[in-house]
């Protein structure tokens, strides 16, 4: 049974940093595309990152260029977002998700809250 399961939300002042990670497991996840969701009150689940599970290539929306890292260790199992420079803007539930190439997210995450204070 497949599994993710995030952590390390919080609440943070504006400015500061946050590491999130999501714990895969259940499945072979090599030919995977791990991405991270965001969903703030009142509006629609957005994208924020994506990484390849095999090869480590990376997507980001454009608003978290240069302040958020998307990384994996192959080995635990894991999948990180380190975020910089937060802002109140950032404040959402944030979503560990699952994807095999050229189909629909399938695998998700209760998720894990981030309130970025002003």
């Known amino acids: 049974q497949v599994q993710l399961v995030e952590s390390g939300g919080g609440l943070v002042q504006a400015g500061d940093s946050l590491r999130l990670s999501c714990a895969a497991s259940?499945?072979?996840?090599?030919?995977?595309?791990m991405g991270w969701f965001r969903q703030a009150p009142g509006k629609e689940r957005e994208f924020v990152a994506h990484?390849?599970?095999?090869?480590?290539?990376?997507y980001y929306l454009d608003s978290v260029k240069g302040r958020f890292t998307i990384s994996r260790d192959y080995a635990k199992g894991m999948v990180y977002l380190q975020m910089n420079i937060l802002k109140p803007e950032d404040t959402a539930v944030y979503y560990c998700?699952?994807?095999?190439?050229?189909?629909?997210?399938?695998?998700w995450g209760l998720g894990t809250q981030v309130t970025v204070s002003s």
């Open positions: 990484i390849t599970w095999s090869g480590g290539n990376t």
């Open positions: 998700a699952a994807r095999e190439r050229f189909e629909e997210y399938k695998y």
């Open positions: 259940g499945h072979t996840f090599s030919n995977y595309i």
